[in-house]
């Protein structure tokens, strides 16, 4: 199939003013012309780095996963490894840097799994997902100064009970496990 990701009907913006420009939040507001001459005065846009996820596999099977407590949702939950695209990473350096700061996990054959918009309506960022397979435990945790991440090594049945019991809420998270499982069903 072609790609059907395209700027069709991509809106005119005539102004914008930054309402808040800090390292994890940036909003500004738009003022946009859609292509019937329809203005829309206040558009708002979040714009975020890109983001990394990993499919972490070991050598034995186990899937390497996290769980941590998530403010905003006030839950703590089961993740996959995940972080920020650094300025002038790619996102294949990000995920190997993230899985082994994160878990100390590193090495096996990645490849590039997916790529989704976390929000496409309001969100500037892409999340892309990576499939890690023979990973192995190469040092300790490195994490930044406000995570809190304990790191689990689950069968891939347990981890595919969790999405089917909806115990995996980060969709981005969600979706690329999902795709791995149907994979794996064929």
């Given at each position: 199939?072609?790609?059907?990701?395209?700027?069709?009907?991509?809106?005119?913006?005539?102004?914008?003013?930054?309402?808040?420009?800090?390292?994890?939040?940036?909003?500004?507001?738009?003022?946009?012309?859609?292509?019937?001459?329809?203005?829309?005065?206040?558009?708002?846009?979040l714009?975020?780095?890109?983001?990394?996820?990993?499919?972490?596999?070991?050598?034995d099977?186990?899937?390497?996963?996290?769980?941590?407590?998530?403010?905003?949702?006030?839950?703590?939950?089961?993740?996959?490894?995940?972080?920020?695209?650094?300025?002038?990473?790619?996102?294949?350096?990000?995920?190997?840097?993230?899985?082994?700061?994160?878990?100390?996990?590193?090495?096996?054959?990645?490849?590039?799994?997916?790529?989704?918009?976390?929000?496409?309506?309001?969100?500037?960022?892409?999340?892309?997902?990576?499939?890690?397979?023979?990973?192995?435990?190469?040092?300790?945790?490195?994490?930044?100064?406000?995570?809190?991440?304990?790191?689990?090594?689950?069968?891939?049945?347990?981890?595919r009970?969790?999405?089917?019991?909806?115990?995996?809420?980060?969709?981005?998270?969600?979706?690329?496990?999902?795709?791995?499982?149907?994979?794996?069903?064929?």
């Open positions: 199939m072609e790609n059907t990701i395209n700027e069709e009907k991509k809106w005119k913006v005539l102004s914008s003013e930054y309402l808040v420009q800090r390292p994890w939040l940036t909003a500004r507001k738009d003022v946009a012309e859609l292509p019937d001459g329809r203005i829309n005065h206040e558009y708002y846009v714009e975020y780095p890109d983001w990394v996820n990993i499919i972490a596999i070991t050598k099977g186990e899937v390497v996963m996290e769980r941590q407590y998530r403010h905003a949702l006030g839950k703590t939950c089961f993740e996959l490894p995940c972080g920020v695209i650094e300025a002038g990473e790619t996102p294949l350096e990000a995920a190997k840097r993230e899985l082994q700061e994160e878990t100390g996990y590193a090495g096996g054959e990645w490849q590039a799994w997916m790529t989704l918009s976390p929000n496409p309506a309001t969100s500037t960022n892409l999340a892309h997902s990576f499939l890690a397979v023979g990973v192995e435990k190469v040092s300790g945790q490195h994490l930044d100064a406000t995570e809190d991440i304990d790191v689990y090594l689950l069968s891939q049945d347990k981890v009970e969790l999405l089917e019991n909806n115990q995996i809420l980060q969709a981005l998270m969600a979706a690329p496990l999902w795709k791995y499982f149907y994979g794996k069903d064929k």
